[in-house]
């Protein structure tokens, strides 16, 4: 019988658990999914807990409830992963599980130890993050009595998981504290390291606008070298200072400390394998995928989702030694909350950024890309929905995994 | 998509001057590209950081300022001092690399 592991049970790897657990002939193949606990974090859900429009019992579901029978779920920490012995070792009971195939899929984590002044004494007091769901709630407890004041988001470095929900988060700040009638209290701030709030040439020219109108300010090239919790200020690498009465801060993103420990990551613990098939260049039977993989494209559960349906299908193939049919494209499809009930939606990959034009989707659509509408607040609301019936499952899905350039308007 | 002559070489570019293609950069362009860029000379730190970019491109796209630091074991201080205000951008643009961007 062949062994295939999968380290991780969020959203990458519990769809592979199931969509392998159907593809894969009966009685050949063992497949195990270690993870460290027993929760399941709908990720996305934790932008909307500061504003209390999500509670906690939106975002947290049992594992278990997603990992299909015939699969064994072990609940421990991996302290090593062996890839010259193709064995992993667990925390619990110092057991080892042997595998012929490896899928990392250990996600990335924030890391506010990373920054000097950070998660020191006022952290959760001053200084918060919505990236887990223990910031996200204290963030919501900490929102619902703040007086106002200078309220500056800053992401530490990229990539980071999610990359639009800072600029979510700024949106919905802004609707949320002109629906309490203390608008004019609040500064709204955004620092930066990149070169701007928008980056890429067409959503640049369609979307700035958007944060304007709003009255969000943008620091850009903002890349921070420390907090001073006590003057309540963040410092950049060329002294720049902004300063602040509540900071949230999207800490440095990293990958597991297994990764590193093990010798497998690039400088971030993310595991470097081929962008197209998730393959390492180094050892032809451990993959990586989700956030664990060192590829080019957007941290984010759509293109988890995407990358798993060519993985899987290719996984049959590779492991009867045939060649691999699919090659990922690094397709994303995001929405993107803009407050007051409305959203955005962006669909790209690789190559094609994002575009305007309308997505179709059978039965609800079509979205609104690059520009707000209401259907795209419902889109984004339904899909949790979706993530925790379909999508984990492995359901099939009416999303092409590849982008497709239908209804999409080409500029220039 | 424009073209632009760069000491004596017709190159394409985007918008923001960046070159679309890394095989068309010379050094000659990158002393060129430096001096528009607020640096007058590049020293053998600068070609170090420059160089260690272009081998370690993916896809055209510049490494990222921590990915530039932890090969080169420059700090991200002296980065800043070498290419003032966005040095990972800033070295894009002088290595003919992509700059560093977001998804939107």
Known sequence: MKKLLILGAGTAGTMVAN??????????????????????????????????????HDVVKPRRDFIPPGVELIISPVEMIETERNRVRLAKDGRYLDYDFLVIATGAHIRPDQTPGMAEHEWRRSIHDFYTLEGALALARYLRTWPGGRLVVNVVDNPIKCPVAPLEFLMLADWFFRERGMRDRVELIYATPLSGAFTKPIASKLLSGLLEEKGIQVVPDFMIERVEPDAKKIISYDEQEVAYDLLVSVPLNMGDEVVARSGLGDVLNYVPVDKHTFVS??????????????????KAGSVAHFAVECFAENFVHYTDGLEMPHKFDGHANCFIESGFGKGLLIDFNYDVEPLPGRYPLPGVGPFTLLEESEANHWGKLLFRWMYWHLLLKGKELPLPALMSMAGKQRLN | MTTRVISGKTVQVNEEGFLLSPDEWTKEIAIEIAKEEGIPELTPQHWKVIEWCRQNAVNGRSPTLRQITAGTGISTKEMFALFPKGPAKKVAHIAGLGKPEGCV
């Open chain 1, 19 to 56: 969509r392998l657990s159907r593809m894969l002939e009966d009685g050949e193949w063992k497949i195990t999914v270690v993870d460290q606990s027993e929760t399941h974090y709908y990720q996305p859900g934790f932008l909307f807990i500061p504003f209390g429009i999500y509670k906690k």
């Open chain 1, 281 to 298: 260049p180094t050892y032809p039977n451990v993959f990586a995928l989700g956030d664990a993989a060192a590829v080019p494209t957007s």
